[in-house]
């Protein structure tokens, strides 16, 4: 049997080499390797397991090549093309329209086939699942933003096998759905029957796996109580169903009225792994589903050949099928932390004594899977819950033993009878539940940790693996300790009299954080987009929280434009913020309490700062920018905000020559005078702009004018974040881009 773990253990490494290459090999080299797996099988003692290491590899390998040519043809990308495609799944109502995939996907009036879009319909008319359309859309291919410590929207575009993206500009619904999408009617009828029901949508994703039905407002109760898991189709769940379906089987067949002859279990396994596999469909086979369902099938199916494989085996093999499905999978934070949490469990509590009480082991199971985690969480930027041990040794009996059967139950009695009464009985419950998880909210703060590399990682990870161990009581101190590095990672910092500037890739928009030896500065801090998606939430605090800031210093909001202001709230809600100024105090949010821009200047650790107004305030709101002066004139910045040509005029005495200059109002044709380029005569100009944005930023006109007089210029657009080195001793840098620092296979170049 320890052969066959290792046999599984090699396939497994195979399988997931290739997520770490930053290109692939050329198409030939697997099947190169093919005919060397053989021959390592058949001469070297441990060949068996490198010929199944170069097998897993091969076949990812293999893979991987395969997808990349489905992504969406360069020619195609930032075009306007009518297309005609299938809804899939369950489309995704937003506050501005519809999201949803699109499959089987082809040009009109041809026979050119596209790879499976994700697409948004800004303001569009309502859509199911399984209805065939002709749309007027704009593709791209699947690109995203590029930041340090931020969410890889590339690698989740790749892991659910999209191959571009879409925007609707008109549509026309070609023919309604098949037979085949009754999931998404269900939605609709459900929703109907809940409609009386205060949130009684939620039940939905229990039901039906449909996250869209939880608001905003839920999925903060769920992150700041660590039940966000319960609240979609989990393992859990289908696990919990399959044992109850198995057991209820087992029991009317012991009753003796069904005249059934054969072993029970004939019976009971398959019926309970078809349960299973009809929720995990309505669950659309997510990755955590995709485990329970395996491992219901592997223990159904040796329990009828009457084997008995031992539990880390079962889940070693899940595993692996997992993975030998889709080598993609590995790129979704829900692979790791499902097959984690079984691991640990097994790890944690397998050949054990036994405990007396249920809820003693019950409380054992929740103390390993929230210690066990917590490292994994890290590694995925997810934030922790203090609360969330004590809060799911309540929740998840009553998801699983109370709520979801009755939901079900009343489920089937909606669709077989149309008496909804006990469906809307499961969403009261639901609902209450949710009372007491929001008040227990109100006092649980969500923790947030820097990911502090990776040999400190490898070490947080052995120490919880030794506190989870019988050698707890004997090495909890050294265990402890082993977790440090999480609480305070060492993050490295500029010396003194150098400052470090990290321009963020936030689309169209602007982000810059200032890092001196001891001190913190943010300025701007990206759009809240009207689609609700918060680009200070999601790239700007992780970024920050990446280079180890705890707190900032001053917050700079150049002006109140949303690109520029719009998710400074949400960075004020994450970090304790010193000090907040902005050229426009009194247009922004209330939880913002600015005061004006005003000439000041002041050093931090050896650095000089100067702020410098650029209008009064009878001008308009780029006028009105605050500018920030950085350092001396041999490395120094300026960071001008959105600026135009009057301003820059204005302003030309006061400038001092600086190195690094980011471009004002995103390099428009408005702005970047010969005179103001003249007077700061930098050595790089940054340009942060959103790929193909509709502005068409930065101007061409401009872009030649900087490099006419002997100025770099850098892209966020293309370079994803950059991070500069300005020192006056050793003159500036450029230390980094992010896109070819962090760079994979996946990613767009």
Request: aromatic fraction near 10%.
């Amino acid at each position: 049997m320890s052969d066959l773990r290792l046999l599984l253990a090699s396939l497994l490494a195979g399988l997931l080499l290739p997520l770490c290459l930053e290109q692939l090999p050329p198409w030939w080299l697997p099947w190169l390797l093919l005919p060397l797996a053989a021959l390592l099988w058949r001469t070297l003692a441990a060949g068996r397991y490198l010929a199944f290491l170069l097998l897993g590899l091969c076949w990812a390998l293999l893979f991987h090549q395969q997808a990349l040519s489905q992504r969406l043809a360069h020619n195609h990308d930032n075009q306007q093309l009518l297309i005609e495609g299938r809804v899939a799944a369950l489309p995704e109502q937003t506050a501005t329209g519809w999201r949803f995939q699109l499959e089987a996907v082809h040009v009109s009036h041809s026979d050119e086939v596209l790879p499976d879009l994700r697409m948004h319909w800004w303001g569009g008319e309502p859509i199911a699942a399984g209805e065939v359309w002709r749309f007027e859309a704009k593709l791209r291919r699947p690109r995203g933003m590029s930041n340090p410590g931020a969410f890889d929207y590339e690698a989740w575009l790749y892991a659910a096998a999209t191959g571009g993206l879409g925007s609707v500009r008109s549509g026309e619904r070609l023919s309604l759905p098949t037979a085949t999408s009754w999931r998404d009617e269900l939605r609709t009828r459900f929703a109907a029957a809940l409609a009386p029901v205060p949130q009684g949508q939620r039940l939905l994703a229990l039901l039906l796996g449909d996250k869209s039905s939880l608001g905003d407002a839920d999925w903060e109760v769920l992150q700041a109580t660590g039940t966000s898991h319960l609240m979609v189709i989990s393992g859990l769940h289908v696990g919990m169903l399959a044992l109850a379906v198995f057991w209820l089987t087992r029991q009317l067949l012991r009753w003796g009225r069904f005249g059934w002859s054969w072993p029970q279990l004939w019976l009971s396994a398959p019926v309970a792994l078809v349960a299973a596999g009809l929720y995990a469909w309505l669950a659309g086979f997510a990755v955590p589903v995709q485990r329970a369902l395996l491992m219901c099938a592997l223990v159904c199916l040796t329990q009828l050949c009457q084997r008995r494989p031992s539990a880390p085996l079962v889940w070693l093999v899940a595993l692996v099928s997992v993975v030998m499905l889709n080598p993609a999978a590995p790129l979704r934070a829900g692979f790791w932390l499902s097959f984690v949490a079984v691991g640990l469990l097994l790890f944690g509590l397998g050949g054990r004594l036994a405990q007396r009480g249920i809820w003693a082991r019950w409380g054992s199971a929740q103390w390993v899977v929230y210690l066990g985690l917590w490292p994994w969480l890290v590694l995925w930027g997810m934030p922790s819950s203090i609360s969330a041990f004590g809060v799911n040794l309540l929740a998840i009996p009553c998801i699983s033993l109370l709520i979801l059967p009755v939901a079900l139950l009343g489920a089937l009695l909606e669709v077989i009878c149309g008496w909804p009464e006990l469906l809307r009985l499961a969403a009261w419950l639901l609902g209450w539940l949710f009372d007491g998880l929001q008040w227990v909210a109100n006092f649980s703060p969500v923790l947030h940790f820097a990911f502090p590399g990776w040999v400190a990682w490898l070490v947080v990870v052995l120490g919880t693996l030794i506190l989870l161990s019988p050698l707890a009581r004997l090495l909890w101190l050294p265990a402890a300790m082993c977790l440090l590095p999480l609480l305070w990672p060492s993050i490295p910092r500029p010396s003194p009299g150098v400052a470090q500037v990290t321009v963020l890739d936030v689309g169209q928009g602007l982000a810059v954080h200032v890092q001196t030896a001891q001190h913190d500065l943010l300025y701007d801090a990206g759009a809240r987009l009207s689609s609700g998606f918060d680009l200070g939430e999601a790239v700007v605090a992780p970024a920050l929280l990446a280079s180890g800031v705890k707190h900032l210093d001053m917050l700079v909001v150049s002006h109140a434009d949303n690109d520029h202001a719009g998710g400074a709230p949400a960075v004020a809600r994450r970090l304790p913020v010193t000090r907040v100024v902005s050229g426009e105090p009194e247009r922004l949010a209330a939880v913002l309490p600015a005061e004006p821009c005003v000439a000041q200047s002041w050093q931090w650790d050896g650095v000089g700062f100067a702020l410098l107004p650029a209008g009064e305030a009878t001008d308009s709101g780029n006028d009105r920018s605050c500018l920030l002066q950085i350092g001396g004139q041999a490395a120094g910045a300026l960071l001008p905000g959105d600026i135009r040509r009057a301003g820059e005029y204005r302003l030309l005495p006061a400038l001092k020559p600086s190195a690094l200059l980011l471009a004002p109002h995103h390099g428009s044709h408005s702005s970047s005078s010969y005179a103001f380029i003249r007077r700061v005569a930098p050595r790089w100009v940054v340009f942060s702009a959103g790929a193909n944005n509709r502005y068409g930023h930065p101007h061409a006109k401009v872009v030649a004018r900087y490099r006419e007089l002997s100025v770099e210029p850098v892209y966020t657009a293309a370079s994803g974040a950059v991070r500069f080195q300005l020192n006056d001793l050793t003159g500036p840098r450029l230390s980094w881009r992010w896109r070819e620092r962090a760079r994979r296979f996946w990613h767009e170049q």
